[in-house]
């Protein structure tokens, strides 16, 4: 049975229009905003790229062959989308090969060397402030109006923050293989598909209880037991240490978010008719619990909306064009699928 990403996780707006993204590396572009002051001097360099119609691994992998090093020794703040125009930072370790002009000759035309300097620390995965996304969507059909009601709501609401289909794979088919192994019905020897396939069972409880908070109207109102997550930060609070009038006004001010459970091996940290909700849900997946205990997951929290900031739109030729910002580890086409369905030129 092959699983549907939107049946199962739900949008909070109504959605009846289409439109394509991708039609063009640069109908979609993503900066990284990264306020880090680079210290001049230190063992890593520090790249500002930019690439067109490649992956960030792919780019790591061809820096530590150009600079000689080995692939642990190559940096970056996260994952960037291949059909795109991305700018991004990577460092590199004691490079042997360090001279700017050099660098750029070997690599390949699309990808090309912004800026550089040196620090005394390597990137860190989500080490960055923000991604800056300006996307454009073509061949729309559907109700402008409609469009522009959705776009509001986003901008006042928030959306969901579900973990996007990325993290579950071609036709959501790392559902399956989890399942799978953690029945002990699939034998898996990479490290990163066991970190991969871990992330999927995490991944795929903590959206379905965003979905259940969405389908019975509570996703952005807090019910009791509820765990509050600070805006930009991993610090989290019970409901019980604010007033309802004050946690009102600081969900409608994204001073904080709701949170999901992101399960592990023991009970999750909310208590009444929240921890009722997330106990209900992660009873459905008790072969995620076998693999949970296996590794000793711990329990975690997760804001369960995301803000997209400084957003703008602008109608040219019946194209949307679309602008926002959003904090690491969100994803761009949790925005958009609020807004309109979206088709990728590039499947």
């Known amino acids: 049975m092959v699983l549907n990403f939107n049946t199962l996780f739900p949008t909070l707006n109504k959605v009846d229009a289409t439109g394509v993204i991708r039609t063009a590396p640069e109908d979609f572009n993503v900066t990284e905003i990264n306020n880090v002051e680079l210290s001049g001097s230190g063992e890593h360099l520090w790249l500002y790229l930019q690439k067109i119609g490649s992956n960030t691994e792919w780019v790591a992998n061809k820096l530590a062959n150009v600079c000689q090093v080995p692939r642990k020794q190559i940096g970056f703040a996260g994952m960037k989308d291949r059909h795109a125009i991305t700018k991004q930072w990577f460092s590199i370790q004691l490079a042997k090969v360090s001279d700017i002009e050099a660098i750029q000759s070997a690599l390949p035309d699309d990808v090309t060397v912004l800026k550089s300097d040196y620090h005394y620390k390597k990137i860190k995965i989500g080490q960055l402030e923000s991604n800056h996304f300006e996307i454009v969507i073509r061949n ?3 109700s402008a109006d409609q469009i522009e009601q959705n776009i509001q709501n986003i901008i006042e609401n928030g959306v969901p923050n579900y973990f996007g289909p990325q993290r579950f794979g071609h036709d959501l088919g790392n559902i399956q293989k989890c399942q799978d192994w953690f029945s002990g019905n699939y034998k898996v020897k990479s490290r990163n598909l066991k970190s991969l396939l871990i992330s999927t069972s995490r991944s795929h409880i903590f959206n379905t209880i965003v ?3 969405i389908n019975n109207n509570t996703w952005n109102t807090a019910i ?3 765990i509050l997550q ?4 991993h610090s989290w609070f019970p409901i019980s240490d604010a007033t309802p009038a004050e946690i009102s006004k600081r969900l409608n001010e994204f001073d904080v978010h709701l949170t999901a459970a992101m399960y592990g091996e023991d009970g999750p940290q909310s208590t009444g008719e929240c921890a009722e909700l997330e106990l209900s849900v992660a009873s459905e997946f008790q072969v ?3 693999g949970f205990e296996r590794f ?3 329990q975690d929290r997760r804001a369960m909306r995301i803000c997209a900031n400084d957003f703008t739109f602008k109608w040219i030729n019946n194209d949307l064009y679309l602008s926002f ?3 690491p580890g969100s994803y761009a086409t949790g925005v958009m699928r609020e807004i309109l369905t979206i088709s990728d030129h590039n499947g």
């Open 288 to 290: 995620y619990q076998q």
């Open 211 to 213: 979905a259940q908070r």
């Open 224 to 226: 009791d037991g509820d």
């Open 325 to 327: 910002n959003l904090a």
């Open 296 to 298: 000793r997951l711990k």
């Open 230 to 233: 600070l805006d930009r930060s």
């Open 140 to 142: 729309i059909v559907g």
